[in-house]
């Protein structure tokens, strides 16, 4: 090797691979601090793409949870209404049965027909009342559950309807809703016909709520698998995206110790030129 003033390649060495390894360095303090062993696109292009793919799949995972959860709280809502309807009824068996006994006059006749009517008016008033999130449950409408992870692939929709409700269609899962609406109390007659219709509807009214039971097993079922989804891929995306903070302490003490050589090689570099000095003595 030629011993040169004009250029220092030695210490021009030194001073380039210092500089790499204190680029290396920079990357294993910013993945120890981050905590993530992707900080940016050049860390590693392919990884980040697939790590940002698998966080795109999660969150939209995450919403579909929400998704069926909002629409078991529907259908908790209208199964709730159901339950307070068949109170009313059984209350309404109790006041047929009565008035069918021929031993009440017309005066007691009506006026467990008036409480009859108060009934039917309250489950009217169930049927058209009855909301969640602003929107009217009995509405006979067709709910769609959205359940995707992102992709067109893995999205799908769960249907549920809640029917009509109102004294004059009890039972929207029945081929023939009964109608209490014309009922009256005010006769033995119109008593027993009422009493066959209130039971009718009680069984309407039971065959509803298991309609919208299963619905709802459907949804939480789903959301059970959408669940397990999702820690599947947040399980992926951490082995994706975190820093092995093993690996990156020892790469940390690898380069603190390459820093330090590096800068008393560059010494060594900087004092060898100076002995050309000695050629002029």
Do not use: C, H, W
């Not at 249907?159 to 006769?187: E, M, W």
């Amino acid at each position: 090797m030629s011993m040169s003033i004009l250029n220092n390649i030695s210490s021009i060495q030194a001073q380039n691979q210092m500089q790499l390894n204190s680029t290396a360095m920079q990357t294993v303090l910013m993945q120890l601090s981050s905590g993530s062993r992707l900080n940016s696109g050049a860390d590693d292009p392919a990884g980040l793409a697939i790590a940002d793919g698998l966080l795109a799949n999660n969150t939209a995972l995450t919403q579909s949870a929400m998704n069926t959860s909002d629409g078991v709280g529907r259908l908790q809502v209208g199964d709730g209404a159901l339950s307070q309807v068949t109170t009313l009824l059984n209350s309404a068996v109790t006041l047929a049965t009565e008035a069918s006994n021929g031993t009440l006059s017309s005066a007691q006749r009506a006026s467990l027909d008036n409480e009859f009517t108060s009934i039917k008016a309250e489950i009217d008033r169930i049927g058209s009342s009855t909301t969640y999130n602003g929107a009217a449950v009995f509405s006979g409408a067709t709910t769609s559950v959205f359940i995707s992870d992102g992709t067109s692939a893995g999205s799908s929709t769960i249907d549920s309807t809640v029917g009509l409700l109102s004294s004059s269609s009890i039972g929207f899962t029945a081929a023939s809703p009964t109608n209490l609406s014309t009922d009256t109390l005010t006769t033995e007659t119109g008593a027993n016909a009422a009493l066959t219709d209130i039971t009718a509807a009680i069984a309407n009214v039971a065959n509803d709520r298991a309609q919208l039971g299963a619905d709802m097993n459907r949804l939480q079922s789903a959301q059970n698998v959408i669940n397990t989804q999702s820690q599947n891929l947040t399980s992926a995306y951490d082995n994706e995206s975190s820093a092995n903070i093993a690996q990156d302490v020892a790469n940390m003490t690898k380069y603190n110790i390459l820093q330090s050589s590096g800068m008393a090689a560059l010494q060594q570099s900087n004092q060898s030129q100076q002995a050309i000095l000695k050629l002029f003595q």
